[in-house]
């Protein structure tokens, strides 16, 4: 079980968009619609941002939005905001384990 | 509201044993499963391994298997994460966090239980 691939880090100005990559195989990424995504902000604990792949739980904006396409997906945040300054991380499920990505630190410039 | 309580931080030597816990609230313990995630100190996020607290059934990630034991008490809606011979490399950030039978995301989390080795 490899970690998922993403970018070290990402950076955009205030009301710009940005996408986050996360790369894994056929076994995780690509075989399952198992992809939620993480917000972390610095001494605190994740926050579910994304669940299978697109779907939002209820309180997360609308902003932040997920898709999928082969063995990578992504995670948009449009209309960027100085809050969203954070790491965000992947993760999906290979097989019957889930496996993170490594992180991507987001800048909002 | 659903949640998850850690317990304090904790500041061990090497060799020493350790269990750390999660208190779960607001729910039915047994019908989410419990991950434990590491994150070593300016690292990212991993999966160690989770529980099922209606019949403690365990899953390890290969990395942490042996070196780890996950359990619950679901009597007292509580799972645990032990060791029993620390190492430095142990130090760091442990989360806990709940995935409700049959889904696939973590949540909610627990605030994180930080875990210092050092002779």
């Known amino acids: 079980q490899s970690a998922l691939t993403q970018p070290r880090s990402v950076s955009g100005s205030p009301g710009q968009s940005v996408t986050i990559s996360c790369t894994g195989t056929?076994?995780?990424?690509?075989?399952?619609?198992?992809v939620s995504w993480y917000q972390q902000h610095p001494g605190k604990a994740p926050k579910l941002m994304i669940y299978?792949?697109?779907k939002r739980p209820s309180g997360v904006p609308d902003r932040f939005s997920g898709s999928k396409s082969g063995n990578t997906a992504s995670l948009t945040i449009s209309g960027l905001q100085a809050e969203d300054e954070a790491d965000y991380y992947c993760?999906?499920?290979?097989?019957?384990?889930?496996?993170f990505g490594g992180g991507t630190k987001l800048t909002v410039l | 509201e659903v949640q998850l309580v850690q317990s304090g931080a904790e500041v061990k030597k090497p060799g020493e044993s350790l269990r750390i816990s999660c208190k779960g609230s607001?729910?039915?313990?047994?019908?989410?499963?419990i991950s434990w995630v590491r994150q070593m100190p300016g690292k990212g996020l991993e999966w160690m391994g989770r529980?099922?607290?209606?019949?403690?059934?365990?899953n390890y990630s290969p990395s942490f298997q042996g070196h780890v034991t996950i359990s619950a008490d679901k009597s007292i809606s509580t799972a645990y994460l032990q060791w029993s011979s620390l190492k430095a490399s142990d130090t760091a950030m442990y989360y806990c966090?709940?995935?409700?039978?049959?889904?696939?995301?973590?949540?909610?989390w627990g605030q994180g239980t930080l875990v210092t080795v050092s002779s």
């Open positions: 966090a709940s995935t409700e039978g049959g889904t696939n995301w973590f949540d909610p």
């Open positions: 607001g729910y039915s313990f047994t019908s989410y499963w």
């Open positions: 529980i099922d607290p209606s019949d403690s059934y365990t």
């Open positions: 056929s076994s995780d990424v690509g075989g399952y619609n198992y």
């Open positions: 299978d792949v697109s």
């Open positions: 993760c999906s499920y290979a097989g019957s384990l889930p496996v």
